[in-house]
């Protein structure tokens, strides 16, 4: 079992900047991916950035790309969301997940988001313009 928590999220201006924390624990060794997934109220959820666990690759939307940057800390088993120059386009609700079942995944599978079997509660950002 893998229990997340979400914290970091809030109300920003366009242009500015937050940084997402997601606090894993229990079994966190045998996670192989951990992501931030995003849902707007309407809309489905969708992938923003993910990081295989061993070896750091990553995997972004290109809608955040060069903006947003993923990054683990194994030594306090954080994951973390730097957003910067965030839009008012990237208000949703922001979930951490991780899967420990899948050894390998495409970009495409991993932001995909149907293999992933913790989920965090969410956190809230806001972007006003």
Same mark, same amino acid.
């Given at each position: 079992? %893998?229990?997340?928590?979400?914290?970091?999220?809030?109300?920003?201006?366009?242009?500015?900047?937050?940084?997402?924390?997601?606090a894993a624990s229990g079994d966190t060794p045998s996670i192989r991916?951990?992501?931030?997934?995003?849902?707007?109220?309407?809309?489905?959820?969708?992938?923003?950035?993910?990081?295989?666990?061993?070896?750091?690759?990553?995997?972004?939307?290109?809608?955040?790309?060069?903006?947003?940057?993923i990054s683990q800390d194994n030594t306090k088993n954080l994951l973390?969301?730097?957003?910067?120059?965030?839009?008012?386009?990237?208000?949703?609700?922001?979930?951490?997940?991780?899967?420990?079942?899948?050894?390998?995944?495409?970009?495409?599978?991993?932001?995909?988001?149907?293999?992933?079997?913790?989920?965090?509660?969410?956190?809230? %950002?806001?972007?006003?313009?």
């Amino acid at each position: 079992q %893998v229990q997340l928590m979400e914290s970091g999220g809030g109300a920003v201006p366009a242009g500015g900047s937050l940084r997402l924390s997601c606090a894993a624990s229990g079994d966190t060794p045998s996670i192989r991916y951990l992501a931030w997934f995003r849902q707007r109220p309407g809309e489905e959820r969708e992938g923003v950035a993910v990081i295989y666990t061993i070896g750091d690759r990553t995997y972004y939307a290109d809608s955040v790309k060069g903006r947003f940057t993923i990054s683990q800390d194994n030594t306090k088993n954080l994951l973390l969301l730097q957003m910067n120059g965030l839009k008012p386009e990237d208000t949703a609700m922001y979930y951490c997940a991780a899967d420990t079942l899948t050894p390998i995944m495409t970009a495409a599978q991993a932001l995909g988001g149907k293999t992933y079997n913790y989920w965090g509660q969410g956190t809230q %950002v806001t972007v006003s313009s």
